[in-house]
């Protein structure tokens, strides 16, 4: 693998490259990963990621 990927974390749980796979988000003109364990928390309660992720806070989660 690239060594350049060390530096790529999951926004929530902080989990490297190198740990799991992490899927890339783009919002705000920024970039982020996340891994597919965390993956639902920004799907259902994107508040919970709003000191991690800007912007995160005014996103309504997916309702059942």
């Known amino acids: 693998m ?3 990927q060390t530096d790529k974390e ?3 749980c ?3 490259v ?3 796979p992490l899927v890339p988000v783009e919002h705000r003109n ?3 990963y996340i891994c597919p364990q965390c993956l639902p928390i920004l799907i ?3 508040g919970k990621l709003a000191a991690k992720l800007p912007g995160a806070s005014e ?3 997916h309702q059942h």
């Open 44 to 46: 259902h309660q994107p």
């Open 2 to 4: 690239d060594t350049a």
């Open 59 to 61: 996103l309504q989660g």
């Open 18 to 20: 190198n740990q799991v």
């Open 14 to 16: 902080g989990r490297s």
């Open 30 to 32: 920024g970039s982020a």
């Open 10 to 12: 999951c926004l929530n």
